[in-house]
């Protein structure tokens, strides 16, 4: 983990992209002192808390289904893909019954691909535009989620992050002050994202392998 730390700077957050590896290699990096960790499926993500050390930040980075979100809403830290507004509704409803507030990202669809998930930035703006605080008080959405599309073209990687920082740049003034992090980045592209102005990078196979 320290080779990313030299890579990405104290002031961008690390999530070790756990999915599909084992409890084994989750308490290797745990025992260097690295808490953060990030998985895409739900029940994945549940058996993996039950089993280890209750310190862990359990980052869900995955698709969010509505009928999954009871499962990880009593411990979830942050969750990174809430992909359209009745999400926010059903997440907010589960926060509450957990009698906590749940930190969440508003995913952005930045990518050329068609099949990732996520709002467009005129969608997003409307949505941020609204009185977040009373529709939602039992969420903070402390920021964006972005991927950018998968390709060697390091111009077209470069574009969309930088059209996402800017993005979130404009939607920090709408927001609350809790509106501070920038969810993008991945084993082939944090370089980049984070010279664009990243604040998180969601790293998997460049730690554990491929999978
Ligand atoms: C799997 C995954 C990652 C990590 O991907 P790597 O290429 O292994 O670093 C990051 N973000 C999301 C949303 C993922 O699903």
């Known amino acids: 983990m320290d080779v990313f730390t030299e890579a990405i700077g104290d002031e961008v957050k690390l999530i070790a992209v756990s999915k599909t590896k084992p409890n084994e290699a989750i308490l290797e990096a745990y025992e260097h002192g690295h808490r953060a960790f990030g998985e895409n499926r739900v029940q994945e993500m549940v058996d993996k808390y039950e089993a280890l050390p209750k310190d862990i930040e359990w980052h869900m980075i995955g698709h969010v289904q509505s009928n999954k979100i009871k499962y990880f809403a009593p411990f979830v830290h942050l969750v990174h893909g809430m992909d359209k507004p009745k999400r926010f509704k059903e997440l907010d409803k589960e926060a509450a019954k957990n009698n906590r507030v749940i930190d969440c990202l508003l995913q ?3 990518a050329k691909e068609e099949s990732k998930f996520g709002f467009d930035m ?13 529709l939602f008080p039992n969420l903070r959405i402390r920021g964006l989620m972005g991927m950018a599309t998968n390709t060697d073209d390091e111009a077209v990687v470069r574009g969309e992050f930088n059209g996402l920082k800017a993005f979130f740049d404009k939607m920090q003034q709408l927001s609350a002050t809790h509106f501070d992090t920038l969810s993008m980045g991945m084993s082939g592209d944090y ?10 990078v969601r790293i998997g196979s460049a730690i554990f392998g491929a999978r």
């Open 108 to 110: 952005v669809h930045i």
């Open 191 to 200: 370089q980049i994202a984070v010279e664009e102005g990243s604040t998180m």
């Open 122 to 134: 005129a969608e997003a703006e409307a949505f941020l535009s609204q009185d977040i605080q009373t």
